[in-house]
């Protein structure tokens, strides 16, 4: 039953996902927010809504483990298992962005992270604050600079959707996010005590996983439609987003606190690790471009984190 609970919590959290990103746009559209702005916030802040919803909702439920467990587990999955398997289906030219500001904002994000959770094992909320401040910071600076946005095409191209869809899509997206969120770790509790697994162990495999899910289904998508739009800078700016907006509003919200140490002693370096890889993989052996043999060095090592947390 508890099992299902969380298959039904992952189910309802990407239709909801899904349905609040047709609304966010369509909303914007109407408004005639220019389309580089939606792709770096709107698009943005929609597609790691699952993330918050459930960090949020998990911090407020006393299991802050789940909260930060998601986020590093997310960021690895991002990485170390949708870059893996997107490799494994085309290659990726990376752009010079990748390691002129991608690349070392997602880096300071990851240390930042790092020094906030080692240094008193919780990120309260000034350094929520902060952590949302250096959003805020670069996506002002993206924006300055008019960066090629995050944008999801396919949803940006489609036909405006009336007011009453867009509110419509907005509210039940709303509600399927909170109420998948809170399938989702009302099973999560239970199975951890059932089964004498940490709600930290959850965290970063099953939940981060699943809220990964709309990631790769995009990434799986555009192979097969041969978009030239799959980037890896959508998923560094997940990552980035995932650490400043996601664990930025939840620490405003509610302090959150590290209790299971394998998060600290196991699974941030896991999630430095796999960040920090991914640039000597973009030069090595093919200068700026990613391709098969990259995925199997990053599913290999997602598969070797899974196996060493687990254990």
Do not use: H
Not at 34 to 55: H, R
Not at 59 to 82: E, F, K
Not at 245 to 267: C, E, K, W
């Amino acid at each position: 039953m508890n099992f299902l609970l969380i298959v039904a919590g992952l189910v309802v959290l990407i239709l909801g996902g899904n349905w609040l990103l047709k609304a966010a746009v369509a909303l914007s559209l109407k408004l005639e927010i220019p389309k580089i702005v939606i792709g770096m916030t709107v698009v943005s802040f929609a597609t790691s809504a699952p993330e918050l919803i459930v960090s949020v909702n998990a911090a407020l439920s006393g299991a802050a483990d789940l909260a930060l467990g998601n986020v590093i587990g997310s960021n690895i999955a991002n990485l170390g298992l949708v870059l893996a398997i997107t490799l494994m289906l085309t290659k990726i030219d990376v752009e010079k962005s990748f390691y002129k500001t991608d690349w070392p904002v997602m880096m300071i994000a990851s240390a930042v992270l790092y020094f906030f959770v080692a240094r008193d094992q919780v990120i309260s909320f000034s350094e929520g604050v902060i952590l949302f401040s250096l959003l805020l910071f670069f996506l002002i600076y993206l924006l300055r600079f008019q960066k090629p946005a995050v944008v999801v095409d396919e949803v940006l191209e489609e036909k405006p959707l009336p007011l009453w869809k867009s509110v419509a899509f907005l509210t039940l997206g709303g509600l399927c996010l909170w109420g998948g969120s809170e399938f989702l770790i009302t099973g999560s509790v239970a199975v951890a005590q059932d089964f004498g697994i940490s709600e930290r162990i959850i965290g970063v495999t099953i939940i981060s996983v699943g809220t990964s899910i709309p990631e790769l289904a995009a990434s799986v998508i555009a192979v097969i439609k041969k978009e030239k739009g799959i980037s890896l800078g959508n998923l560094i700016g997940s990552n980035i987003f995932n650490i400043l907006a996601v664990l930025g509003i939840t620490s405003m919200i509610t302090p959150v606190l590290v209790t299971d140490q394998g998060l600290l002693t196991n699974d941030i370096f896991w999630m430095l690790g796999f960040s920090f890889i991914v640039l000597p993989l973009v030069f090595i052996p093919s200068k700026m471009r990613l391709d098969w043999k990259d995925g199997l060095i990053l599913i290999v090592a997602y598969g070797v984190f899974v196996y060493f947390t687990i254990k």
